[in-house]
């Protein structure tokens, strides 16, 4: 391709990208309408919903209308299983049938735990979009500081400079601010790569196409509520997890695919019912005693299932599922118990680390107060001031990064606890 197209072609990409504005909020709100994996889901609790009328089926009239018009040389025989006629018709329907009746409640818990699927996967799309956004938003963060930080040492190179133009400093001090100048953008351009790349994961989380950015408003969002204890925790966990909540569905449409196939040993009935209108051409009137034109009959069909060796196969492959389902039940139990202690646990180190966070950049910035003041006093080159400033930025961004860890596991523990959604609906729209 030649450079001007080239060109022409990151043109039109960028054209075409386009920054989203958006809290938090309405970043969760904008992900659980527009991300692939919660349509996905829809569409396989659509699937299981039309599968209950499937099974349902058997218990409405099928009615089948058609022809086995023939020409008959001698005796009338049959045409496709019934007599020559000019029109036919047959319906047919289940009665009785205790294995299909359990297949349609069976279809009716699959449809639900389909539903349940589907909020599994809306608190999964939540939380990664929550956490995506607390990363653009700490990356937009760390850039402003960062470009502030640009402007000081600027500020410093200059002066430097007309230090060493009046013969008060030496060319190695102008070096040295060169150096940091130099540092400071290279992390400005470190950080706007991570911000581009926080932002277009965000986009692409909230369905947006990968060109596109979501940008995190700045807004002070109020702490997040915790349960009080861990073991309320543990029982809201147990209570309302899509994930438990789904294997137990599973479990009760094993239990009743057993009990179906069980009750296919028992009798079954069928309505069934015919219609036929028959001609003279088909030699009715010669082989027999009379001949009418239109016919019918309605009946049921009974079956009595005598000997059926492939159920009891089938019923001990559905046990072996059934003890594979509750084996995989108390363990997501276990854990889910002890991802709720470890969420806790996170919660407390965090904050820990963010009470450290904040008394180390107070130490620091009430150090640079010192050595300012010694620095216009002339006790104190700036080489040293410049130093402790340097400190203090690399203060700021623990502290920050400290807070975003504070808030990622407060987060933590809504999402193991299944009230993440109910703490996004809470928080200020704009």
Do not use: C
């Amino acid at each position: 391709m030649s450079k001007p197209a080239v060109l022409l072609v990151l043109f039109t990409a960028w054209l075409g990208a386009e920054t989203h504005p958006m809290t938090l909020r309405q970043a969760v709100e904008a992900a659980l309408r527009q991300n692939p994996d919660v349509f996905l889901a829809h569409m396989e609790e659509d699937r299981a919903r039309a599968g209950i009328r499937i099974a349902r089926e058997h218990f409405i009239p099928q009615v089948i209308i058609g022809s086995g018009l023939a020409y008959s040389d001698g005796f009338p025989m049959s045409v496709a299983g019934s007599a020559p006629t000019v029109v036919q018709a047959n319906a047919i329907g289940t009665i009785y049938n205790r294995s299909q009746q359990l297949q349609v409640a069976m279809a009716r818990e699959d449809a639900r735990g389909a539903g349940i699927a589907v909020n599994a996967r809306r608190d999964d799309v939540a939380y990664r979009t929550t956490v995506l956004y607390l990363d653009a938003e700490r990356a937009s963060r760390l850039l402003a500081m960062a470009l502030k930080a640009v402007e000081s040492r600027q500020s410093v190179l200059e002066t430097v400079h007309a230090q060493v133009a009046e013969g008060r400093a030496l060319p190695l001090a102008e070096k040295q601010a060169a150096l940091e100048v130099a540092r400071a953008q290279q992390l400005v351009e470190n950080l706007e790569d991570d911000e581009g790349a926080a932002e277009g994961s965000l986009a692409v989380a909230l369905g947006l196409p990968a060109e596109d950015r979501v940008h995190p408003v700045g807004q002070e969002r109020p702490a997040l509520a915790l349960p009080p204890s861990e073991e309320q925790a543990i029982q809201e966990a147990m209570d309302s997890r899509p994930e438990l909540r789904q294997l137990q569905s599973q479990l009760v449409s094993k239990e009743i695919e057993r009990r179906s196939q069980k009750a296919a040993r028992l009798p079954h009935a069928d309505l069934v019912a015919q219609y036929g209108m028959l001609a003279r051409f088909n030699n009715y009137a010669q082989f027999f005693q009379k001949f009418q034109r239109n016919n019918g009959q309605i009946g049921v069909s009974f079956q009595f299932p005598i000997l059926n060796p492939a159920v009891s196969a089938e019923v001990s492959q559905i046990d072996a599922d059934l003890n594979h389902l509750r084996v995989q039940l108390s363990s997501t139990r276990s854990r889910i118990s002890s991802d709720v202690q470890q969420a806790f646990r996170d919660v407390r180190k965090s904050e820990s680390a963010a009470n450290v966070a904040r008394l180390d950049l107070e130490v620091a910035r009430a150090q640079l107060d010192v050595d300012l003041a010694q620095q216009q006093e002339g006790r104190l080159p700036l080489s040293r001031v410049e130093e402790t400033r340097l400190l203090e930025d690399q203060k700021w961004i623990t502290f920050y990064d400290a807070q975003f860890a504070v808030e990622r596991a407060r987060w933590s523990v809504l999402k193991v606890t299944g009230s993440l959604l109910t703490a996004v609906a809470s928080l200020p729209e704009k």
